[in-house]
């Protein structure tokens, strides 16, 4: 082999190692590269199952957290539950969801383990959304009832008076004790304190007969045989209020107050039966308000003088009382009666009419109503003299 043909070997060696070694680097390269890269997506991976590790703690802790606070810490709503016997602890907390007295029953079933709490008793409950876990944990390891609620009917139109009959019926208390306590100073200005936008101006007043008269509101209210007279009103303060203050801002805005507003939907209440007629009457009342002339509503008479009858007299009429609106312009001292939300807005919301007076057939209750003194008088000759 000539010299020649042994060198050429050894220069393709030479040309080949130099590829060889760049092939080899960059192959390091690109694995170097997708180290990196798993690398970083593995941290990704870790970081984000960090944070969402992170945030799902953070709020399960406080998911739990509101879950053992009160479901509603300034409500004053009595509820009545009923605890059967032979009730399991998980199905006490159950049953307690689904009347609203907790948030979640699962939360409340294990914070009951985790404190080895038991002896929870059976029997008839008086429970709040208000009430701590603790209190109620209390409440059910005392006992309820053996006997379940009244319920306590407030019918539309009621006056203090008629509802004092229905306590007296359905309670441990006396018709006497109830309207005393209409008027009891102290608990006046507890409950002013508790529902100022509702009741300052109401028992403010020193006209009227009881201080909270019109502010009872219809309802069907239950009553635990046990409980206190107290919070027996104490409800029917707290149904007016949820129904009566979300209309504060439109009474304002019409000039008026609450006490003002109730006053004339007790009249409307009972003057008449569907929205439109009411609309009308609501209308009446206060055109003859704007006018300076007696509203003469008959129901203001009844009240003066406490009684109830089908007819009202030219006697009656005569009554000296602040509650005699046909002596007396303007609306009187209070409300006549417990309104319902329906009367409230037909106060609320009056047709816009030119009426002065109204009447209704005694027979078909169709309300007539009238601009003049002399169309009155026919409506009046035609659809009440002559039945």
Known sequence: MSQNEQQEPQKQQKLIRPKLEKEAAEKMTVRKKEISLVRKIVWAIVSVGIVLALVVGFAGYKYVTEALQPLEPDSTEIIEVEIPIGTSTKGITQILEDKKIIKNATIFNYYIKTQNVSDFQAGFYELSPSMKLNDIIAKLQEGGSSVPDQKILIKEGDTAEEIATEIEAKTDFTAA???????NPEFLASVTAKFPDLLTEATQRTDTRYKLEGYLF?????????STLEGLVTQMLQKANDVIVPYKDQIAAKGYTIHQILTIA???EKEGVTPEDRAKIASVFFNRLAIDMPIQSDISILYALNVHKELVTFADLEIDSPYNLYKNTGMGPGPFDSPSEGAIKATLNPATTNYLYFVADTKTGIVYFAETYEQHLENQSQYVDSK
Do not use: H, I, R
């Open 218 to 226: 219809p309802a069907t209210y239950d009553y635990l045989m046990g």
């Open 177 to 183: 004790e109830f309207l005393a306590l209409l008027n």
């Open 266 to 268: 007790s009249l409307v």
